[in-house]
T-cell receptor, first 111, second 113 residues
Framework: TQLLEQSPQFLSIQEGENLTVYCNSS?????LQWYRQEPGEGPVLLVT?????EVKKLKRLTFQFGDARKDSSLHITAAQPGDTGLYLC???????????FGKGTRLHILP | DTEVTQTPKHLVMGMTNKKSLKCEQH?????MYWYKQKAKKPPELMFV???????INESVPSRFSPECPNSSLLNLHLHALQPEDSALYLC????????????FGDGTRLSIL
């Protein structure tokens, strides 16, 4: 069974600060997704990364995929209270295989 | 708004009841999924349908019975559930099995009395 480690599990920071969430595996991902989930709703897809070294930006969110495709990070610049939520990474190691979710990072931005 | 629609949004049922959860998508996706999510935990895969055929059953108890009547619809029939089955049940779809990403509905919050 593939393992996917996500850290930190909890993060509470002041509005305006920057933060980074990490997702790691000992094996090479074929693809990795980042989702955001708010209470009472399903996970909403933020980004999919496939190519080693890939960087994608979504407003104040920057997603990086490691060169070796074993790790990914989500960086939020100037966090806002609206960024509060559960951030999940989900990785796939082989095509035609299920995705595995990380344990999630519960982010709370204090106004 | 999510493109995967789940009904009902909330469901409370007794352990002897029979009920069904419904999921619908009109994106032309040929893979559909059921996940179970407990509080403060990530989603856990239950079933995968590919081209209306059951491809994966993650050793789910038989009191959960999935059905895929056509390429747009996915049902989860519930019978004789236990209190520990209370959770958020999420439906997802993707272009094809093995093609990411998956798109999720908002889930059905199920409570077993």
């Amino acid at each position: 069974t593939q393992l996917l480690e996500q850290s930190p599990q909890f993060l509470s920071i002041q509005e305006g600060e920057n933060l980074t969430v990490y997702c790691n595996s000992s094996s090479v991902f074929s693809s990795l997704q980042w989702y955001r989930q708010e209470p009472g709703e399903g996970p909403v897809l933020l980004v999919t990364v496939v190519t080693g070294g890939e960087v994608k930006k979504l407003k104040r969110l920057t997603f990086q995929f490691g060169d070796a495709r074993k790790d990914s990070s989500l960086h939020i610049t100037a966090a806002q209270p609206g960024d509060t939520g559960l951030y999940l990474c989900a990785g796939e190691w082989n095509r035609d295989d299920k995705i595995i979710f990380g344990k999630g990072t519960r982010l709370h931005i204090l106004p | 708004d999510t493109e995967v629609t789940q009904t009902p949004k909330h469901l409370v049922m007794g352990m002897t009841n029979k009920k069904s959860l419904k999921c619908e998508q009109h994106m032309g996706h040929r893979a559909m999924y059921w996940y179970k999510q407990k509080a403060k935990k990530p989603p856990e895969l239950m079933f995968v349908y590919s081209y209306e055929k059951l491809s994966i059953n993650e050793s789910v108890p038989s009191r959960f019975s999935p059905e895929c009547p056509n390429s747009s619809l996915l049902n989860l029939h519930l019978h004789a559930l236990q209190p520990e089955d209370s959770a958020l049940y999420l439906c997802a779809s993707s272009q094809e099995w093995g093609y990411q990403p998956q798109h999720f509905g908002d889930g059905t919050r199920l409570s077993i009395l």
